[in-house]
T-cell receptor, first 114, second 116 residues
Framework: DTAVSQTPKYLVTQMGNDKSIKCEQNLGHDTMYWYKQDSKKFLKIMFSYNNKELIINETVPNRFSPKSPDKAHLNLHINSLELGDSAVYFC?????????????FGPGTRLLVL | AQKVTQAQTEISVVEKEDVTLDCVYETRDTTYYLFWYKQPPSGELVFLIRRNSFDEQNEISGRYSWNFQKSTSSFNFTITASQVVDSAVYFC?????????????FGAGTTVTVRA
């Protein structure tokens, strides 16, 4: 009965590889997000999707491509991984309305690029 | 420009001491939301509280209390009688509407260590 789940929890890969992180929420929310937490613990939004439509796209390299097959899923695909992509990636979801837009976070995916 | 400032990088206290975490924010919006999240050593982000810009009432939840002062753009968080389990990184965040969606801007976090 996990609210926001992410897979995998840990991902260790070589530079240049392509990898995907999956996120699913069972809260019935309309909006999903990806955040990146760097080694200094700083959290920054990358993308948000509302009902499968891209709303927020911060200055993220084109190598990062979010995909939302339905409003309960938001996956993150990363091409040509670089050392600097090593971070913790958090998925989040919210209702997306002013009355209830608290964002609930998944457990995070710890990506290490070697 | 940083929208949320948490000036305290690290705070270390002994169990049962009170600890206050400062948060100062910056926004031009009249409607916005403020949040506190806790990130324990296990790494997940746990929602603690949300406060909207029109509600300046302070809030208490068990040993946690929050002081929202719009006049000084601050949303401070106090843990009373701290416990070892309170050891975590605490993030203050500001949510503003962006094209009908809401984007969270986080502060840099304050690491709280509670020693037994």
């Amino acid at each position: 009965d996990t609210a926001v789940s992410q897979t995998p929890k840990y991902l260790v890969t070589q530079m240049g590889n392509d990898k995907s992180i999956k996120c699913e929420q069972n809260l019935g929310h309309d909006t999903m997000y990806w955040y990146k937490q760097d080694s200094k613990k700083f959290l920054k939004i990358m993308f948000s999707y509302n009902n499968k439509e891209l709303i927020i796209n911060e200055t993220v390299p084109n190598r990062f491509s979010p995909k939302s097959p339905d409003k309960a899923h938001l996956n993150l695909h990363i091409n040509s991984l670089e050392l600097g992509d090593s971070a913790v990636y958090f998925c989040a979801s919210s209702q997306g309305t002013s009355d209830e837009e608290t964002q609930y976070f998944g457990p995070g995916t710890r990506l290490l690029v070697l | 420009a940083q929208k949320v400032t948490q000036a305290q990088t690290e705070i270390s206290v002994v169990e049962k001491e009170d600890v206050t975490l400062d948060c100062v924010y910056e926004t031009r919006d009249t409607t916005y939301y403020l949040f506190w999240y806790k990130q324990p050593p296990s790494g997940e982000l746990v929602f603690l509280i949300r406060r909207n810009s029109f509600d300046e009432q302070n809030e208490i939840s068990g040993r946690y209390s929050w002081n929202f002062q719009k006049s000084t753009s601050s949303f401070n968080f106090t843990i009373t009688a701290s416990q070892v389990v309170d050891s975590a990184v605490y993030f203050c965040a500001l949510s503003e509407a962006v094209r009908g969606d809401y984007k969270l801007s986080f502060g840099a976090g304050t690491t709280v260590t509670v020693r037994a």
